[in-house]
Every structure is written in structure tokens, then in C-alpha cells.
């Protein structure tokens, strides 16, 4: 069955600190991976990734995959509070199959 | 329009009632999704329209739980008998072609009392 696994459940920093999300994921046709950033009900997407080892970047954060270990990392530098959310990570496998993760929630703390 | 819309923000209902959720999708967007998510959880997928193609409604999790796609364009999401159980925030989200999952409107809230 094909799963996509986020890690940690939780997290909490402050502000100025760095961090670092997973995304591992086991599914049978890999087309691409996307991040999302959910404050309330509505996911942002924030990146999709196709290619292994190509950094995508936009500001403080910034994702990379690695399709033969089968997982990204979500990098945030310098978190702030508006940081403060839930990160989703989804995996398509098909033409619109989209597996999603339960989420990391992160908080940053002033 | 500029983007996804959805309707009602929140739905408070007794169980039993019915009720429907409209989705409004990007102005030429041919695909669009319905997901749910409970309290905690992931998005789980109910339905996918593709322009004229029948529906996946495999995700669907009961035959109270229906979509229609009018004109290939607003959806409605109608679950009826409602039980506590379906309270989730209804998520829809609309794409063109290959570019991926990057566009969800704002939920609408179920709470079933």
C-alpha cells in the first residue's frame, strides 16, 4: 500500500532557529513530491520536486529529494513566528493520485 | 476567478440533516479534487472530476456521500443522513494539465452535532 510517513509529529523552536522536516514515502509510481504550508484550512503550496538532489528555494526555506532513499526534507532557516503552522508533504503517483502525509506541526516561539 | 472558493466556510448541522458544499474552481482548470480532513489527520481523497470524463469516486466513503460537476465547472459536494463522523473540514482544490496539486480553496468546516 503506498504511504507517505512525516517526521516529527510535532515540533516546537524559537524564533531564529533552524529546522528540519521529513518526508519518507513508499508508493509504487513516484511522479513528484510537493510541500504545502496549512495555517488554518487551506494548504499553500510551497514546492514540487521531481529530481533527485536539485534543491528548490524560496527565502528561508528550502527542499531537496532523494528518490533512491525515497524521501525530501523541508529546510526553514531563521524561523520566525508566521512560521508557525502545519507542514503537509504529498506524493503523486499517478496522473491524480495525491498520498498525503499527516502533517508536521510546527511552532515557533518569540 | 482568482481562486478556488468554497461554500459554506462552516456548516454546523444536526445529525441526520443533509448538506451540500460548493466548490467554485480556477476559471479553466479542468480538474478538480474534493478532499477531507479530520481533526489531525492527512487529506483523505473523496472524488476527482477530469473535464468531461466520468469521476473517480472511489474515495468516496459511503453512498451517502455524492459529487456532481455542473457545466465542468462549480461542484457540489452533497452527504446526506449525516453522522458525527463526517465532521472534517471539506477541502476542494482545482489543476490544469501536469502542474501539479497547488491550488486548494479555503475549506468548508463540518461540525455534526
Known amino acids: 500500500e503506498d504511504k507517505v510517513v512525516q517526521s516529527p509529529l510535532s515540533l516546537v523552536v524559537h524564533e531564529g532557529d533552524t529546522v528540519t522536516l521529513n518526508c519518507s514515502y513508499e508508493?509504487?509510481?513516484?511522479?513528484?513530491l510537493l510541500w504545502y504550508k496549512q495555517e488554518k484550512k487551506a494548504p499553500t503550496f510551497l514546492f514540487m520536486l521531481t529530481s533527485s538532489g536539485i534543491e528548490k528555494k524560496s527565502g528561508r526555506l528550502s527542499s531537496i529529494l532523494d528518490k533512491k532513499e525515497l524521501f525530501s526534507i523541508l529546510n526553514i532557516t531563521a524561523t520566525q513566528t508566521g512560521d508557525s503552522a502545519v507542514y503537509l508533504c504529498?506524493?503523486?503517483?499517478?496522473?491524480?493520485?495525491?498520498?498525503f502525509g499527516t502533517g508536521t506541526r510546527l511552532k515557533v516561539l518569540a | 476567478g482568482a481562486g478556488v472558493s468554497q461554500s459554506p466556510s462552516n456548516k454546523v448541522t444536526e445529525k441526520g440533516k443533509d448538506v451540500e458544499l460548493r466548490c467554485d474552481p480556477i476559471?479553466?482548470?479542468?480538474?478538480l479534487y474534493w478532499y477531507r480532513q479530520s481533526l489531525g489527520q492527512g487529506l483523505e481523497f473523496l472524488i476527482y472530476?477530469?473535464?468531461?470524463?466520468?469521476?473517480?469516486k472511489s474515495g468516496l466513503p459511503s453512498d451517502r456521500f455524492s459529487a456532481e460537476r455542473t457545466g465542468g465547472s462549480v461542484s457540489t459536494l452533497t452527504i446526506q443522513r449525516t453522522q458525527q463522523e463526517d465532521s472534517a473540514v471539506y477541502l476542494c482544490a482545482s489543476s490544469q494539465g501536469a502542474g501539479g496539486l497547488k491550488f486548494f480553496g479555503p475549506g468548508s468546516r463540518l461540525t455534526v452535532l
Open positions: 504529498a506524493v503523486n503517483s499517478g496522473t491524480y493520485k495525491y498520498i
Open positions: 476559471s479553466g482548470h479542468t480538474a
Open positions: 472530476f477530469q473535464g468531461n470524463s466520468a469521476p473517480d
Open positions: 508508493v509504487t509510481n513516484f511522479r513528484s
